[in-house]
């Protein structure tokens, strides 16, 4: 079978190997699309945390079983499933305290260990969601989206107030989508007008701020000079998480969605009297994903304009670098094994 091994950063290389024999408590799922992420990207360019060389990469995946053993979640030969990329440890203090999602010993395929970029997975069944409703396109970006649902119900975003997403990429706008599930008023950020009026046409999003046009002031007027109560950063840019510490309401939150190898500082008066509430949003768990699959079956969100861009396997090298480039308009791209 085939598979996409990125061997250092700026490097991929297309090898051949065996395909996985069944095992006792695992699947064989054909791989049918891999939705690129930001993580994805930051490996290739060398600027991953908790990452190492030569890895498979891809984690968020749609498929369809091949071989899965006799099992009591319903899962047969054929079924479309998307796969949950999170192994926890179920011991250490986060998971008894049911926050899996950041366990000690976290293990993510395609980060911590060989990913869906692959034409076959074997893969524990019992991290596989099945749907018979949705397509594979929309179960390759429920993990993408769950970052998003998870963000929210981390926040708690409720009905009616003021919410800041900056940063109108894939995680962004999986945030924005449930914020408005969550009948929030969202306002996006971003320096892209592309991205942001792509936002307010495919989301329906409330209101829309350039970043490089005195954004204080926007926020100022937009908010009646309350400014948002919520504030999450999706951008993967230090100097965005740190000017968004600027944007928040006295009594607010702010939300760092985005991970990055930096350190982030703020100034604590400022911090203080607005008795801000700083969170970090660490990957999303199972019932985030459920979350996401359900949304997804009522026709609340519509992922078909976000995938602007596809590939195969024999094209992937040499597309993947132009994903990088915000000229090329990349939204999410998919891969087709």
């Known amino acids: 079978m085939k598979a996409i091994v990125c061997n250092k950063p700026y490097k991929f290389s297309l090898i051949e190997k065996k395909e996985p024999k069944p095992e006792t408590n695992k699947a064989?799922?054909?791989?049918?699309?891999?939705?690129?992420?930001?993580?994805?990207?930051?490996?290739?360019?060398?600027?991953?945390?908790?990452?190492?060389?030569?890895?498979?990469?891809?984690?968020?995946?749609?498929?369809?079983?091949?071989?899965?053993?006799e099992n009591d979640k319903g899962l047969k030969k054929g079924d479309k499933v998307t796969i949950f990329p999170y192994v926890s440890c179920g011991q250490c203090i986060a998971c008894r305290n049911n926050k899996p999602n950041c366990c000690i010993n976290l293990k993510i395929y395609g980060i911590h260990m060989d990913g869906g970029m692959q034409e076959f997975l074997n893969i524990p069944y019992d991290l596989l969601i099945k749907s018979d409703s949705l397509s594979l396109d929309q179960l390759s970006l429920v993990e993408c989206l769950s970052i998003g649902a998870h963000a929210n119900r981390r926040a708690g975003v409720t009905a009616g107030e003021f919410v800041l997403v900056i940063g109108?990429?894939?995680?962004?706008?999986?945030?924005?989508?449930?914020?408005?599930?969550?009948?929030?008023?969202?306002?996006?950020?971003?320096?892209?007008?592309?991205?942001?009026?792509?936002?307010?046409?495919?989301?329906?999003?409330?209101?829309?701020?350039?970043?490089?046009?005195?954004?204080?002031?926007e926020l100022e007027k937009i908010t009646n000079g309350d400014m948002p109560i919520k504030v999450f950063d999706a951008t993967g840019n230090p100097k965005s998480m740190e000017a968004s510490f600027n944007?928040?309401?006295?009594?607010?939150?702010?939300?760092?969605?985005?991970?990055?190898?930096?350190?982030?500082?703020?100034?604590?008066?400022?911090?203080?009297?607005?008795?801000?509430?700083?969170l970090s949003s660490r990957n999303a768990t199972r019932e985030d994903f459920e979350t996401v699959i359900d949304a997804l079956e009522k026709g609340y969100i519509n992922i078909d304009p976000c995938i602007t861009h596809r590939a195969s396997f024999d094209n992937l090298i040499e597309s993947f670098p132009l994903w990088i480039k915000p000229e090329t308009g990349v939204i999410k791209a998919v891969v087709t094994p």
């Open 28 to 69: 064989v799922v054909r791989i049918r699309r891999i939705g690129i992420c930001g993580t994805d990207l930051h490996a290739y360019q060398g600027n991953q945390p908790y990452f190492e060389y030569p890895r498979i990469l891809g984690h968020e995946l749609s498929g369809e079983i091949e071989y899965v053993p």
């Open 247 to 278: 944007f928040i309401a006295h009594g607010g939150k702010l939300i760092l969605v985005s991970l990055v190898s930096s350190k982030i500082s703020f100034y604590d008066p400022d911090f203080h009297k607005r008795e801000t509430t700083l």
């Open 168 to 217: 109108a990429g894939p995680i962004g706008i999986g945030i924005m989508n449930f914020a408005k599930i969550r009948g929030a008023k969202v306002i996006a950020m971003d320096i892209s007008e592309e991205r942001l009026n792509f936002a307010q046409k495919n989301i329906g999003i409330d209101f829309i701020v350039n970043a490089k046009d005195n954004p204080l002031k």
